[in-house]
Structures are given as structure tokens and as C-alpha cells.
């Protein structure tokens, strides 16, 4: 006689509470006015077993793009409108699970998105970029989007293309080429949501895991909520000095080239070739 499956509470998963926890600090640090910012996070299918009966699709969600490639796999991700600081009162209603579709045409929700919710209006450039990331690290699983202020505050100086941006970044706090020495990718301003923003981001995925979106925000990639997050505030702590930086009276000492590199090589890591000026 077979018995029915019980499957575990989602709610009160890992997964539920790192992403409240990402949203709450979003918000505290003033990243997340209003409905701004969203994320996504692939769940393994051994854990998608404990959490949800396959057959039980709630809803399904047309999609205007073919992600074949993520075909049947979870994620979790977070609604269109949803408010971050209100994210932890009602997280089925604010975030969601939904597999992809065999054709990759559509997507099956499991759980969450209660009240008629939907994914985010950024979800082309998740699922764009997850199938990117997932190609240069096997490992990746989340990607994470809010407006950093004060990268976007840096990122006004037009002087900054991507090079330069990097490069700033490098010799202003001597983490930051440990962190990212393959430096950050920028992509021209666009209007949000689209599938040019969408495209282009997926773009340069390929080479930086960290993405500046010009007079809007940031966007952090990585193997757990932490490292993207660990992405994300390393470059605004940055920024926040660049711009602290730009007050002074005397001449800023910033690090030269060479302190950068041999930061880097005190760690075996090579920076992006072309970005310092040696
Ligand atoms: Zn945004």
C-alpha cells in the first residue's frame, strides 16, 4: 500500500529565510524605496522534492523569451510590485517557486504568489542570466538586483566607461581586485524591464559577475545570497568612498597600479588585463 508524500514546509526553509533576510537589509540601507529591487535563486531539484508535489501546479506563467536550457528547473524569485520592507509580514504573496517548463515556453508555479501575484518585470534578465552565469560556474545559483545609492551616485561621472569605473574601484580600497579581479561590467543606460537591458546585462555576465546599470542600480551574481550580496557591498562601500573622496581639500592618495597588482598577486589572482595603467 503506498502511502502519500508529505513534503515539508517551504515557508520555513533556508531558502524563505536568507532571501527576507537579503530584502531586509536592502531596505534598511535604503536600497529598496518603494518596490525596487528583485531576486531570484535556483533550488536544487533533491531539495524541490522535499518542498513540492510535482503534479501540483498552481498557476502558469507565459513567457515571451524560451529558456530551454533551465528547463525543468526551480527557482525562487520575487514578485512584480512586491515592497522589500514588507517582504518578511507575507513572504507567499511577495516571492514565489516556479519550475520551467519542459518547452521552456512557460512557467509552473509551486508555491507562493498568493493574491494573483506574478514574477518580476526584471525576470528576462534573471533567467537570461542565469543560464549565462550556470555556463561559467556550475555552481551559481542567485542573482541578486537593488538600487545601491551610491553606486549610483558614482556611476553619474560619465567619465567612468567600464575601465575606468573598474579602475577607480580597484585603487580606492585595497579588497576590492581580491574581491573582483575580473573586474565590473557597465552597460549603457536602457529602460528597465526590457529585452535590450535584458540581453545586454546577459552579455556581459559572461565576463563580470557584477553588473553596473547606469542612473538605476547594480546587479550581483554568485553561488549563494551571500556572495552576491558580498559583491554588491563591497562595490557601494567603494563608492561610498569615491564620492567621500571627491570632497577633500587635499590631493587624494589613491592606491597606483602597482599597489593594486601586487595586492592581487599576494593572493594568486590575476586582474582583468587592460584595466590598469602600467
Ligand atoms: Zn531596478
Keep these: 500500500m503506498s502511502r502519500a508524500k508529505v513534503y515539508e514546509d517551504f515557508g520555513k526553509s533556508v531558502f524563505i529565510e536568507e532571501m527576507l533576510e537579503a530584502a531586509r537589509l536592502m531596505s534598511e540601507r535604503g536600497w529598496a524605496e518603494r518596490n525596487a529591487g528583485n531576486m531570484s535563486c535556483i533550488i536544487p531539484g533533491s531539495d524541490a522534492a522535499r518542498y513540492f508535489d510535482p503534479d501540483q501546479v498552481k498557476r502558469a506563467f507565459k513567457l515571451d523569451l524560451n529558456i530551454k536550457e533551465l528547463s525543468g528547473m526551480f527557482f525562487l524569485i520575487t514578485a512584480t510590485g512586491s515592497y522589500f520592507r514588507k517582504l518578511k509580514i507575507d513572504p507567499a504573496k511577495g516571492l514565489g517557486v516556479v519550475r520551467v517548463s519542459l518547452d521552456g515556453n512557460r512557467l509552473e508555479l509551486l508555491w507562493g504568489f498568493e493574491n494573483g ?7 528576462r534578465m534573471h533567467f537570461m542570466g542565469h543560464i549565462v552565469r550556470l555556463k561559467k560556474d556550475p555552481n551559481h545559483k542567485v542573482i541578486l538586483h537593488t538600487h545601491a545609492t551610491n553606486t549610483i551616485v558614482m556611476s553619474i561621472n560619465g567619465a567612468l566607461d567600464e575601465k575606468a569605473f573598474t579602475r577607480a574601484l580597484w585603487r580606492m580600497h585595497s579588497e576590492c581586485v ?20 535584458s540581453a545586454a546585462t546577459a552579455q556581459k555576465l559572461e565576463d563580470f559577475r557584477l553588473i553596473i546599470w547606469p542612473l538605476h542600480g547594480i546587479i550581483g551574481t554568485g553561488s549563494s545570497i551571500d556572495e552576491a550580496m558580498g559583491l554588491i557591498e563591497t562595490v557601494e562601500k567603494t563608492a561610498e568612498i569615491y564620492i567621500k573622496s571627491m570632497g ?28 590598469l595603467e602600467l
Design 248 to 275: 577633500l581639500t587635499e590631493l587624494p592618495q589613491f592606491l597606483t597600479d602597482k599597489q593594486v597588482l601586487d595586492t592581487a598577486a599576494r593572493f594568486d589572482l590575476k586582474p582583468k588585463q587592460g584595466i
Design 178 to 197: 581580491v574581491v573582483f579581479p575580473e573586474g565590473v561590467g557597465l552597460v549603457p543606460w536602457m529602460v528597465p524591464g526590457t529585452q535590450e537591458i
Design 117 to 123: 501575484a506574478a514574477p518580476t518585470s526584471e525576470m
